[in-house]
């Protein structure tokens, strides 16, 4: 079964610092999301990426907040200058363009003290 | 407003009883998707459905789009179909932006 892997599970950073977590998503999907999940909340959308390009975001996605495709194979998010309430759970996830199912990753825990 | 909202909040059953979850959306929309969230986390898709009716195994997803109601069914639940249970709407053909309902918790018990 093709899995999208997230790196780290697990981060403790400083508030203002910033942090990258990486997604692997699965090799001949085109469209790439990062989702988040709020301790004891709902998972709320973030931003899509089609075509090496943001195509939605949400109004929790400002300039704090980007996503890059480096190379073929990892889709990052980067949060700059993070603040307590950053923290959540960071789902990446990935579809093919038939679209019938969008698989999501373990989740990157990001803990902000 | 797009909103999805489930029913119930926690639900808990003995080994091999027929579960059935329930989710209501706001406004039309393109399509629902059933997830489910291990306890560690991790999401994992269950089902895409427009219209009608799919089944895979024990698991069948329902879905009424004049009623703007989805049902999720269990049959011969098992302890380890202990998990929650998420609807996620995408409320136009335009958007791959899902809105999440809040989940319902399922314990099955031995």
């Known amino acids: 079964e093709p899995e999208v892997t997230q790196t780290p599970s697990h981060q403790v950073t400083q508030m203002g610092q910033e942090v990258i977590l990486r997604c692997v998503p699965i090799?001949?999907?085109?469209?790439f999301y990062w989702y988040r999940q709020i301790l004891g909340q709902k998972v709320e959308f973030l931003v899509s990426f089609y075509n090496n390009e943001i195509s939605e975001k949400s109004e929790i996605f400002d300039d704090q907040f980007s996503v890059e495709r480096p190379d073929g194979s990892n889709f990052t998010l980067k949060i700059r200058s993070t603040k307590l309430e950053d923290s959540a759970m960071y789902f990446c996830?990935?579809?093919?363009?038939?679209?019938?199912?969008?698989?999501f990753g373990e989740g990157s825990w990001l803990t902000v003290v | 407003k797009n909103e999805v909202e489930q029913s119930p909040q926690n639900l808990t059953a003995q080994e091999g009883e027929f579960i059935t979850i329930n989710c209501s959306y706001s406004?039309?929309?393109?399509?629902l998707h059933w997830l489910q969230q291990h306890p560690g986390g991790g999401i994992v898709s269950l089902f895409m459905?427009?219209?009608g009716k799919k089944k895979h195994g024990r698991l069948i997803a329902t879905i009424n789009i004049q009623e703007k109601h989805s049902s999720l069914h269990i049959t011969a639940s098992h302890p380890r179909d202990s998990a929650v249970y998420i609807c996620?709407?995408?409320?136009?053909?335009?958007?791959?932006?899902?809105?999440f309902g809040t989940g319902t918790r399922l314990q099955v018990f031995p």
């Open positions: 996830a990935s579809k093919d363009s038939s679209g019938n199912t969008i698989y």
């Open positions: 090799s001949n999907h085109l469209y």
């Open positions: 406004v039309g929309i393109s399509a």
């Open positions: 459905l427009s219209s």
């Open positions: 996620a709407a995408l409320f136009s053909y335009n958007t791959d932006k899902l809105i």
